[in-house]
């Protein structure tokens, strides 16, 4: 087992609108708004390539990341796949990208493990997804102080 790790971060853009459902008090929808989203995607490995020197190849990263990005530009979220049944929150987004990154790295054979998904709602919030199992560590490690 390897102790060290490498970590490299692409970063994909879209332009888009959502909404999210039941959000109001009286139960009914957000309105209708747009966001500048930014997604960074941590993708790592505890080797590397020989031949390349690369840890993660971040041409083919950044390219399964673009086609995920631009599945949600310039389009409602609420209209498009998986939104229309789940609400297009920052967090739900990240999650999504997750799995669809993972999906597309296993499938064309991209070494490299996603440490996690950052999706910015705008300049200033952003929501973090990352693995439980990860997540657990980090926190059983932050309480033992
Ligand atoms: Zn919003």
Redesign the pocket.
Known sequence: MSNERFTIRVEGLFES????RNYLDDGSD?PL???SWKVEAFVSSTSINNTTGFAVDFYSVKKELDDICNYLDHVNLNDIDPFTTIN???ENIAKWIYHKLQDRLVKKKIKGHIEKIIVW??PRNYAIYEKSTQYEEKRKKHEEF
């Not at 609108?17 to 999210?20: D, G, N, R, S």
């Open positions: 609108a959502h909404y999210i957000e708004h747009g966001h297009p929150s920052t709602e705008g």
